[in-house]
């Protein structure tokens, strides 16, 4: 029986949190980001072995009761540099991501809302970023910034930043239309009370959608910046560090790539999910749908 | 007056022979298939006739060997042109070619006795006015990249046609292996003359090969000299080398059967080469070493106790095993052990000795973990797991290890304004081990990155070194001057790179040799 159109109908539409808890995939998301999160803190107390104590008698070991991932090239245990490099490698996509929000959105915001020649000169300066392929934008970048974690979250952070510009330019031009808005500008309202009060808060939905879509890749390009030396130095571990390694004895053990590939690949996809999941919390449509 | 003569040094084909047989046979597969691949190589017998396809990693710049700069040009260089004095493949000492005897009248006179009757592709004659016109252009041409390898070369004269004489500004006895390097290939006169400028694309030289054609970076092909003048060589009816710039590449070329020679295989391939049962490795060591620059001039490392220390920290044999898998030999200095200048005790004075360095370390003043010292290095993977085990040994005597890195270039601008303690970078050779010390120690040469003085004596040594001419007293020389750069512990040398190059089955007599510079001219095929 159809519901009528009635308050009941309204209290007995099932909770945001239930129909996301309802899916499977949604709880394994959850789950398995729980999980990284607690090794990313507590790696120093989880990991069975010092990540960067070597011991050359034992190397390109295969997994082990003692080792349950193997050694790698310098006789290190896999698992524990695993658990060591998840912390830089979701919190600098973390940290990567919201640099890139902190810098585009209010750009985009001034470009959308102002118009005029502060859009021309936003929009060009986007453009030109957008023109170059992203990784190759932050590789760019961190060979100038040099060597390090921070300057790689720098650079990707940069990177990322003219996508958010455009999305919160597109979206504010739609918003500033609204009736309120106009009506609280007919009372008097200036720009920044306008901007802040008015049309952030409105615009802002699609921005943490892109947010949360937008850490799988900066976990790539994070680790697609250790891979080629230009984030984590060694011997700290990271994931696209311990990849980078595993490349080269791709012929003699190549078991050493899996542990990596594989958080980085679940992670990744984990990261995906959670943006999709905050699309469908966010937006109603998509959950009554 | 010193001598070296035909009459003393050992014939081409006993060089040859000992060479194949004091190389490393990797044959694949079973030790019955390294029987018959060691056996294959000492086979007296050559068959002749066939073509030769040997791949090289790169498109040379130029065949003109006095304008050019690659690296990979002697594998095409050395088919075309014979040199005026070749070197033993095992202990690079210079032995006669295109020259059959070297003396020195005074020690600003070299006089070379040239071979006679050899004649350059063109038909024109190899005499003393081409040697002269070969050195002259060498000296006056302005793309000329062997100038700084002859500077103490005044002028050259015509004694007889078939001597000439060198006259140098200054005694430098370097010179004789400088000739067994670009310098000696000699090209015909009336060839440069008439060429000019395309000369490079069109060269003419004495060697075994005659120039074909040149496919830009696709092939290089060369067919035999019918005149040469080694009796009976070359055996090859030609080679073709074709030009594959990626080394997995190639090799699977040699795997699939399409080419014979494939160079530069990287340590990590050799396991799976074993397996594979159409190649055989060739492996022989090198002069070239991965080690590490000191910066001398500034604390801590102006310290002879501390870098001491290090040299005493690092087990060599260790760090090879790691890095190089089950090739490659550990290097005490930057001497290889079948090296003529190589001494026995300058290279036994740093043993693996953990506590001698902890104790060094603290007796420059410095609790275990208070020093700290700073890496310089280009950003890559290999060069990562070296610093990687560095860093862990330092560690274990109490020094703390920190890194500057970042692209080649921006290290090593980094590392000239006085950023980092020691720099990890590979040393290539040098034709004549004096060049070598000279490079990275006199305080005018910019290797030498603090320009501080090692040791007034080490200086005298090295200068010495190169006025010296009686094989024998070089060698005493070298010996001192190796124990003097140990003693004040100025280097870190780590471990000495292989030459490992895949062949197909059917190749013979091919000759590897310490200078890492592969030679085809005398290869034979078997049917």
């Not at chain 1, 994070?222 to 011997?235: C, I, R, W």
Request: proline share 7%; with cysteine; glycine share 8%.
């Amino acid at each position: 029986m159809a519901a009528p159109a009635s308050p009941q109908a309204r209290r007995r539409r099932p909770s945001r949190l239930r129909v996301l808890l309802r899916d499977a995939g949604a709880v394994v998301t959850l789950a398995y980001l729980a999980l990284l999160l607690f090794v990313a803190i507590a790696a120093s107390w989880l990991a069975p072995y010092d990540p960067v104590r070597l011991d050359l008698t034992a190397t390109l070991a295969g997994p082990s009761a003692a080792h349950w991932a193997g050694t790698d090239d310098l006789g290190r245990d896999v698992l524990s540099r695993l658990m060591y490099g998840a912390g830089p490698s979701v919190f600098s996509s973390i940290a990567a991501v919201m640099l890139a929000a902190m810098i585009g959105v209010p750009f985009g915001l001034m470009a959308g809302f102002f118009g005029g020649w502060v859009d021309a000169a936003i929009g060009r300066v986007t453009d030109a970023l957008l023109s170059f392929p992203t990784i190759l934008l932050a590789v760019g970048i961190a060979a100038v910034l040099g060597t390090s974690l921070t300057n790689a979250v720098i650079a990707i952070g940069i990177a990322f930043s003219p996508g958010f510009a455009r999305l919160m330019r597109a979206t504010t031009m739609a918003v500033k239309q609204e009736l309120y808005v106009e009506a609280a500008r007919a009372i008097g309202a200036g720009p920044v009370w306008l901007l802040l009060r008015h049309v952030l808060p409105n615009a802002v939905t699609p921005v943490i959608v892109n947010a949360g879509l937008l850490l799988g890749n900066a976990l790539l390009a994070e680790a697609s910046l250790s891979f080629l030396g230009l984030g984590v130095q060694p011997p700290q571990a990271s994931w696209g560090g311990m990849l980078a390694r595993a490349l080269i004895y791709m012929e003699r053990a190549p078991e050493l790539m899996y542990p990596p590939g594989l958080a980085l690949v679940l992670t990744a996809l984990a990261f995906n999910s959670l943006g999709e999941m905050a699309r469908r919390w966010l937006d109603p449509r998509s959950l009554s749908g | 007056m010193p001598q070296n003569s035909e009459k003393h040094g050992p014939s081409r084909r006993a060089v040859l022979g000992a060479g194949a047989a004091g190389a490393a046979w990797l044959a694949a597969g079973s030790p019955a298939a390294e029987a018959q691949g060691r056996q294959a190589a000492r086979q007296q017998t050559p068959r002749r006739g066939g073509t030769l396809r040997a791949v090289v990693n790169a498109n040379p710049s130029t065949l003109d060997p006095h304008t050019g700069g690659q690296g990979t040009d002697h594998a095409f260089l050395s088919t075309m042109f014979d040199k005026l004095i070749d070197y033993e493949p095992d202990s690079l000492a210079p032995i006669p070619s295109l020259a059959t005897a070297w003396t020195w009248p005074d020690p600003r006179t070299l006089v070379l006795e040239l071979r006679q009757g050899v004649v350059f592709h063109d038909g024109t004659p190899f005499d003393a006015a081409a040697v002269k016109a070969n050195f002259e252009r060498m000296l006056t041409h302005p793309r000329s990249t062997v100038k700084a390898d002859i500077a103490a070369l005044a002028s050259v004269e015509v004694l007889a046609p078939d001597r000439v004489a060198l006259k140098l500004k200054n005694p430098d006895t370097t010179l004789p292996m400088v000739l067994t390097d670009r310098a000696g290939y000699m090209s015909s006169p009336k060839a440069l003359a008439e060429r000019g400028e395309s000369y490079g694309r069109n060269p003419v030289g004495t060697g075994a090969m005659e120039f074909v054609r040149w496919a830009d970076g696709n092939e290089i092909v060369v067919r035999r000299n019918a005149r040469y003048w080694k009796q009976g060589e070359p055996y090859l009816d030609g080679i073709v080398m074709p030009i594959i710039t990626d080394a997995t590449t190639a090799l699977r070329s040699v795997r699939a059967g399409q080419n014979h020679i494939s160079l530069q295989v990287d340590p990590q391939q050799i396991p799976a080469m074993r397996r594979s049962a159409d190649v055989v490795l060739s492996v022989k060591d090198t002069m070239r070493l991965q080690q590490c620059y000191i910066n001398f001039s500034k604390p801590p490392l102006n310290d002879i106790r501390l870098r001491q220390a290090i040299n005493y920290a690092i087990d060599r044999a260790a760090y090879t095993r790691v890095v190089m898998g089950e090739v490659g030999g550990p290097a005490h200095t930057h001497i290889p052990p079948t090296h003529w200048a190589y001494d026995r005790e300058a290279a036994s004075r740093y043993p693996f000795d953990p506590d001698r360095a902890r104790a060094l370390v603290r007796e420059a003043g410095f609790a275990p973990g208070a020093l700290s010292v700073n890496a310089s290095y280009a950003s890559n993977q290999l060069n990562a797991q070296r610093i990687e085990i560095i860093s862990s040994f330092l560690d274990r005597v109490g020094i703390k290890l920190t890194s500057t890195t970042g692209t080649l270039t921006a290290t090593l601008q980094q590392w000239r304004e006085g950023v980092g303690d020691f720099r990890m970078a590979n040393w290539t050779g040098r034709p004549d081990p004096a060049m070598t010390y000279a490079l990275l120690l006199m305080p005018t040469s910019a290797f030498n990155i603090g320009r501080a003085v090692p040791s007034q004596e080490l200086i005298d040594t090295i200068t010495e070194s190169r006025t010296a001419s009686a094989p024998e007293e070089r060698k005493r020389i070298f010996a001192r001057l190796l124990r003097l750069e140990r003693q004040f512990a100025l280097t870190i040398p780590l471990c000495f790179e292989p030459d490992i190059v895949a062949l197909s089955r059917r190749v013979r007599n091919y000759v590897p040799n310490l200078a890492g510079r592969s030679r085809f001219e005398q290869v034979w095929l078997a049917g």
